[in-house]
């Protein structure tokens, strides 16, 4: 698009902007933002969300606010699952008519904005940041909260996820439906503060950050019904949960038989699923437009690098791993781990002894990344052998036999491997 089309474009807004209501400013930051944006994405400086998004606020504060009116907007936030998590309620919405989402995972404030700047759509579904969920709550007005989860991101401790959850609460208390996980403490405590209240057995398998209590300050304890505090805060009683590789409510039971894989994707589309029937979305049609999900960002799908096939998962703090080493753990496919420490990974990666890695024994380990001496230890201390290899995800994967391998990266270093793997492709 010609920088005289894109000025055209954003000078005569389509769908659900209507002129007086967004205003004169915030229609100039718009223009001006999009014509940034595209000459980032010309010059290869970056994809042009962030920048194009910076420009519409500097000039115009008031955009999100005013960009959101007339739109239903459903935010989702938790410190896992939140960008599948948000694609999977994009689709499932999608069954109602076009959605608009920040599919690209720029989850703060500049990222919103551009969504919306670029939208036309009367539903917004938008991953936020955890951290930014208050700010994104007074701005956008969402018809609807979905609460996956919190625990700690690489060195952030226990004060700081009870910090999280209590600075959730008070936003909250003017949305109307909040959707969250009746299986962790810091979601639904925060929740109780909203209109109405749709609890999600989503399950919580790490749950070393919520033994205290977010209301009180006393201990959680857990039991098989599920977990409680002496003040009166307890696990309330959920409306959908999950049996297997089914979801039930107290009238409905749907196979969800899922692309994605993962226990964990089965509860990412639990909360999304029960998202979406609260704006009128048919359950068994949302589960089918869900099902067709096979890729996420560049995560799980299978492609083909010389004699390998290779898989990309992503894993950035203690719970993530978690779960994706459960998630490979009953196979024997070659694996790189691909380790970082920067920027948003956090530069202590001493949180890798919270994880234990035992169950990746029995086959071919290969650790790169820039803080590969860091992963080669931890896993050393659980009695595995693995191969450093320097020079990125490619050169590591050149070392294992022919056939699958799955490649475990945190944040930066998953960038990194998708990066290096789209340029092998040709993209």
Known sequence: MSVNALFHRAAHPAGGHHPERVGTRVRASCTLGRAVSWLSRATGR??????????????????????????????????????????????????????DTNGNGANTAAGFVTALADGHADRVVLETDEGWLPWAVAQVAPTTVVLLNLSRDQLSRHHEVAHLSTAWRAPLADVGVVVANADDPDTVWPALAARHQVWVAAGQRWIQDSGTCPSCGGQCRRDETGWGCACGLRRPKPDWWLEGDELVSRTLRLPLELSLPGAYNRANAAMAVAAAVTQ?????????????????????????????????????????????????????????????????????????????????AGRPLVVTGRRATDMQVRLEMDGLAPTVVRGGVRAAVATLPAGPVDVLANYTAFRDALRELNHADGH
């Open 46 to 99: 970056g994809a042009g969300e962030v920048i194009g998004g910076r420009v519409i606020l500097a000039l115009a504060p008031e955009a999100p606010r005013r960009l959101a009116l007339g739109h239903d907007v459903a935010l989702v936030s938790g410190t896992n699952g939140k960008t599948t998590t948000s694609r999977m309620l994009a689709a499932a919405l999608g069954t109602l008519g076009p959605v």
């Open 280 to 360: 009128g979305a048919d359950p068994a049609t949302a589960v089918a437009r869900i099902r067709g999900i096979e890729t996420v960002a560049g995560r799980y799908a299978w492609r083909r690098v010389g004699a390998h096939r290779i898989r990309l998962l992503l894993a950035k703090n203690p719970a993530g791993w978690l779960e994706i080493v459960d998630l490979v753990r009953d196979t024997r496919t070659p694996l790189v781990l691909a380790f970082n420490s920067e920027g948003v990974d956090g530069r202590d990666p001493s949180w890798l002894y919270d994880v234990s890695f035992v169950a990746l």
